[in-house]
């Protein structure tokens, strides 16, 4: 039944169109999942948790292992429910001033995104949340004992809805990069 409904999900990530394709397989497999899964691992790592999987390389292994599989599952939840709600999950920054309205827009943007079938339109990130609930219970199949209960796996999905507003937070704040016009580009 999880392997049906996962692989349902991924058709429709990948069949509404080249761009959700070209963004799945960038944001499954890209330099940043990675990066993620490294940092995620470490912290884990050195917290010991699960304290199953020991200090050792092996511990290190199983841990980033675990972690780039919770982000492919959550990728896929998220991306397959957003395209079949019409969610635009990818972040647009304000043009706010001052720091508090700037933090409220990105902390609202992360539950509350556009339609991408009705413009002007808003609704709730519902792949965006069901991608990091589903992710922490689906990812304590694999977890050891002390890891697999439905309490451990609905704290991971908050923690990674709070990551992603963090996340958020920091695309509002971090500077942009300035786009290098034609000219420029050609007179090099």
């Known amino acids: 039944m999880l ?8 058709i429709a990530a990948t069949s ?5 394709a070209q963004d799945y397989r960038r944001k499954m497999v890209g330099r940043n999942a990675l990066e993620r ?7 884990n790592q050195a ?46 920054r ?6 508090w309205p700037r933090v409220k827009y990105a902390v609202k943007s992360t539950f509350i995104v556009p339609k991408t079938n009705k413009p002007g ?7 965006r949340v069901s991608g990091n609930l589903g992710a922490g219970l689906i990812s304590r199949a694999w977890q050891p004992a002390s ?15 709070g990551a992603d507003v963090g996340v958020n937070v920091a695309r509002e704040f971090w500077p942009q990069k300035k786009k290098r016009s034609v000219v420029a580009r050609r007179t090099r």
């Open 3 to 10: 392997k049906t409904l996962c692989v349902v999900i991924l």
């Open 16 to 20: 509404t169109g080249a761009t959700r």
């Open 37 to 43: 899964a490294g940092a995620h691992a470490a912290i």
């Open 47 to 92: 917290r010991n948790s699960p304290h199953e999987w020991g200090q050792g390389a092996t511990g290190a292994v199983k841990r980033f292992g675990s972690s780039l599989g919770q982000h492919v599952v959550k990728g896929t939840i998220e991306m397959g429910v957003a395209a079949a709600l019409h969610e635009n999950l990818h972040y647009q």
């Open 94 to 99: 304000s043009n706010l001033q001052g720091k």
């Open 121 to 127: 339109k808003k609704t709730v990130a519902l792949g």
């Open 147 to 161: 890891a697999a209960g439905v309490g451990a796996g609905l704290a991971s999905g908050g923690i990674g809805l």
